[in-house]
């Protein structure tokens, strides 16, 4: 079956741009999640969606990062006028939840580069 | 605040030997574990976990142990070989119901054939 996958694969934006990372979770998988990996560094959690609804926000460093998931599959996550320091691996993971494990799978990740 | 640690940022082993890969954390609500495994330009590929009733779980080369009382956690692949060379993370989920995982920064190992 078909794993995670993210598009684009890689975004090269100038700063104060719009762009929009889409990722498309395992079939079935309720639960979808989003990191940002910083060179040299673990992914950081940014949001976690169970369904459509946003279960946990947490992780969004400001409000130019906001993510959808309105069917409760496709999930995209926006940047509004981008930064410099946006600059990272950005990463989608989906899991079954109501488990016990809820082990998560991750996407091959959107490089985002912004000049 | 880190709170999962992996304080040894590469290792180097001999192919056909043990490697042995460790995590520290520092969150006592902390209760489930992964390993993950990250080569070059992908995402990271889920290994082997660990739920804190248990202290050890077994998947073919690779071995997780867990050291509750240590908030300790290694993994050990044995025997090494060259496609393990890679991006080794450790993560870490509080109780069920709160899924974000929290990871540590990473092992590069390279296995010397």
């Known amino acids: 079956g078909a794993g995670v996958s993210q598009t684009p694969s890689n975004k090269v934006t100038e700063k104060g741009k719009y762009v929009e990372l889409r990722c498309d979770p395992i079939?079935?998988?309720?639960?979808l999640y989003w990191y940002r990996q910083s060179l040299g560094q673990g992914p950081e959690f940014l949001i976690y969606?169970?369904?459509?609804?946003?279960?946990?926000d947490s992780g969004l460093p400001n409000d130019r990062f906001f993510a959808v998931r309105p069917e409760g599959s496709v999930s995209t996550l926006k940047i509004q006028r981008t930064e410099r320091g946006d600059s990272a691996m950005y990463l989608c993971?989906?899991?079954?939840?109501?488990?016990?494990?809820?082990?998560?799978?991750f996407g091959p990740g959107t490089r985002l580069t912004v000049l | 605040d880190q709170q999962v640690k992996q304080n040894s940022p590469s290792l180097s082993v001999q192919e056909g030997r043990i490697s042995i890969l460790n995590c520290d954390y520092t969150?006592?609500?902390?209760?489930?574990f992964l390993w993950y495994k990250k080569y070059p330009a992908e995402g990271p590929t889920f290994l082997i976990s660990?739920?804190?009733?248990?202290d050890k779980n077994e998947d073919g080369r690779f071995t997780v142990f867990l050291n509750k009382s240590a908030k300790h956690l290694s993994l050990h692949i044995v025997p090494s070989q060259p496609g393990d060379s890679a991006v080794y993370f450790c993560?870490?989920?509080?109780?069920?119901?709160?899924?974000?995982?929290?990871f540590g920064t990473g092992t590069r190992l390279t296995i010397i054939p």
């Open positions: 660990i739920s804190s009733i248990k």
């Open positions: 079939s079935g998988h309720t639960a």
């Open positions: 969150n006592s609500m902390f209760d489930y």
């Open positions: 993560a870490a989920r509080p109780n069920f119901g709160n899924e974000k995982l929290t």
């Open positions: 969606f169970q369904g459509t609804g946003a279960a946990d």
């Open positions: 993971a989906s899991s079954f939840s109501g488990t016990t494990d809820g082990t998560q799978y």
